[in-house]
């Protein structure tokens, strides 16, 4: 029982020792650690403080770095500013020393111009006194003579002439063969250059246009029954139609180049459509006849762009187209007027004229003929009066109307297109005297028969050996058709001359339309 209690007291003391140690081990534990911390924190503070000594000794030096470098700065500025400050006291001086040069030599001017206005007045009075002089000394050497300035002279020039009349005249002789041979040669030199130059085609106008067709067996359907076809496309074009037996074409005759397209546009469509009837040949002449003035509305727009005139009017344009299908002894107008406006700007441009101008009276010099058969008077006077209709230049005007000499040479340019328009007619194979003649007499006899009140168109054929006459029916019997063509034959006979004889033939047609609707 003793030795229970007392092993139980030995445990109790034991548990006792143990919880003592334990506490006196957490005590110490604790102790030590709040010496580290304490030690750790004593540390942390001696570094915090180095740290706040470094940086501020790191400022000191940075502040006497800095004003080190402000101090260095302030005398860098300050240098600058005495080297400004010398350098504006330079040009100071400078600028003081140029007034002083500029008010010394305006002095200086000053006097010198007073010195020549002195001078001035001084040559004045010198001159005057000496136009007194000689006038006392003309005065007295009159009085002397007994003669004027005038009479003297006249004398002394008489003396010359009569002295040395006979060297005065082989020396203005000289000088005029001189002359003469030196511009001669030059002009020869300058038109040579000019036609070598302009190496345009040479071509003459015939009266005849050949069709050609697929099939010879169209022929038959072109004349149609009774020749009925042929006929309405020669009364509607106021062509001749020839069918022969040469193969594959038809021949057509007109001394009018603008008759013969018409025919031709119009047969190339009937043959290629196939339907040839009078109603259906009426109808595609006359879209003919509208193709015709699109095409001479558009030969007239080219012929100003191919010669570089881009100011010309529309109208006087479509007057130009018409050129096309005018000729001139057989050479094509248009063509001509183009052929001398080249000409015309390179002979200005060599003797130093109006380039502009010489090309436009060049181009324009035959305009009247476009309507010379509408209007009466020369074609010269007619263009003349086209030109002025439509406000052309006075100068065009000038230097076209003098190319046949009707109007007097009053410019340069007159003198060019006059020169080019003979260059361009005189070239080889560009006219036929003949053929111009033989279409002159075809025009003269539609003329005389188209001057008849009663005739509405009228249409020489046949080579002239005929003239077709369509007359209105409500004006003109059937009685009185043979007294008119008798009378346009008398007509013809009074004022033509002519080989053979000429069929007059008076047609009268009378035509009833209505439409079905």
């Known amino acids: 029982m003793l030795a229970q209690v007392l092993m139980n007291m030995y445990y109790l003391l034991v548990g006792i020792g143990g919880i003592v140690l334990f506490g006196a081990g957490i005590g110490l534990g604790y102790l030590i650690r709040q010496l580290v911390a304490q030690q750790r924190k004593?540390?942390?503070?001696?570094?915090?403080?180095?740290?706040?000594?470094?940086?501020?000794?790191?400022?000191?030096?940075?502040?006497?770095?800095?004003?080190?470098?402000?101090?260095k700065v302030l005398d860098e500025a300050k240098q600058e500013e005495r080297e400004r400050l010398t350098q504006v006291r330079r040009l100071d001086e400078r600028l003081i020393e140029r007034e002083t040069g500029i008010d010394r030599?305006?002095?200086?001017?000053?006097?010198?111009?007073?010195?020549?206005?002195?001078?001035?007045?001084?040559?004045?009075?010198?001159?005057?006194?000496?136009?007194?002089?000689?006038?006392?000394?003309?005065?007295?050497?009159?009085?002397?003579?007994?003669?004027?300035?005038?009479e003297a002279l006249a004398q002394v020039l008489i003396a010359i002439e009569r002295d040395h009349a006979e060297d005065m005249m082989v020396r203005i002789k000289k000088l005029e063969i001189q002359g003469f041979e030196d511009l001669e040669r030059r002009a020869k030199n300058i038109l040579a250059t000019l036609i070598q130059r302009l190496a345009s085609v040479t071509t003459s106008d015939v009266t005849t246009t050949t069709v050609g067709i697929p099939s010879d067996d169209l022929k038959g359907k072109i004349i149609g029954r009774e020749g009925r076809n042929i006929k309405a496309l020669e009364r509607a074009a106021g062509v001749e139609i020839i069918v022969d037996d040469t193969p594959g074409s038809i021949v057509i005759s007109a001394f009018d180049p603008v008759r013969r397209h018409i025919a031709k546009i119009a047969l190339e469509k009937l043959v290629q459509d196939g339907r040839i009837q009078p109603a259906r040949i009426e109808e595609t002449v006359d879209k003919a006849r509208e193709e015709i003035e699109k095409q001479i509305r558009e030969a007239g727009e080219q012929a100003a762009y191919e010669v570089g005139i881009f100011d010309l009017d529309p109208r006087l344009s479509l007057l130009l187209?018409?050129?096309?299908?005018?000729?001139?002894?057989g050479q094509n107008v248009l063509q001509h007027s183009?052929?001398?406006?080249?000409?015309?700007?390179?002979?200005?441009?060599?003797?130093?004229a109006d380039v502009a101008t010489a090309k436009k009276g060049a181009l324009l010099h035959d305009i009247g003929k476009a309507v010379d058969h509408e209007v009466t008077g020369t074609h010269v006077e007619i263009g003349r009066r086209i030109l002025q209709k439509f406000n052309m230049d006075v100068r065009v005007i000038q230097a076209m109307q003098s190319h046949h000499e009707e109007y007097p040479y009053e410019t340069v340019e007159s003198i060019i297109v006059q020169t080019v328009d003979a260059i361009s007619a005189s070239r080889p194979g560009a006219r036929r005297d003949s053929l111009e003649n033989y279409l002159k007499r075809l025009e003269d006899l539609e003329r005389i028969a188209t001057a008849f009140p009663a005739v509405e168109k009228a249409y020489a054929i046949s080579a002239g050996r005929e003239i077709r006459i369509f007359v209105s029916p409500e004006k003109v019997t059937d009685a009185e058709a043979y007294g008119l063509a008798r009378?346009?034959?008398?007509?013809?006979?009074?004022?033509?001359?002519?080989?053979?004889?000429?069929?007059?033939?008076?047609?009268?047609?009378?035509?009833?339309?209505?439409?079905?609707?």
């Open 321 to 329: 187209g018409r050129l096309k299908f005018r000729t001139s002894y």
């Open 42 to 71: 004593s540390s942390i503070e001696a570094k915090l403080r180095r740290l706040i000594e470094d940086s501020r000794a790191e400022a000191k030096e940075t502040l006497l770095d800095a004003k080190e470098k402000a101090a």
């Open 487 to 517: 009378e346009i034959a008398l007509q013809v006979e009074s004022e033509l001359k002519f080989p053979g004889e000429i069929r007059v033939m008076v047609i009268r047609e009378m035509r009833a339309i209505e439409y079905a609707r």
């Open 105 to 150: 030599r305006a002095s200086e001017f000053d006097k010198r111009e007073k010195e020549v206005e002195e001078r001035i007045e001084r040559v004045k009075a010198v001159k005057a006194e000496v136009e007194q002089v000689r006038e006392r000394v003309g005065k007295e050497l009159e009085r002397i003579s007994g003669m004027t300035k005038e």
């Open 338 to 352: 183009i052929e001398m406006t080249h000409l015309a700007g390179m002979l200005a441009a060599e003797l130093g």
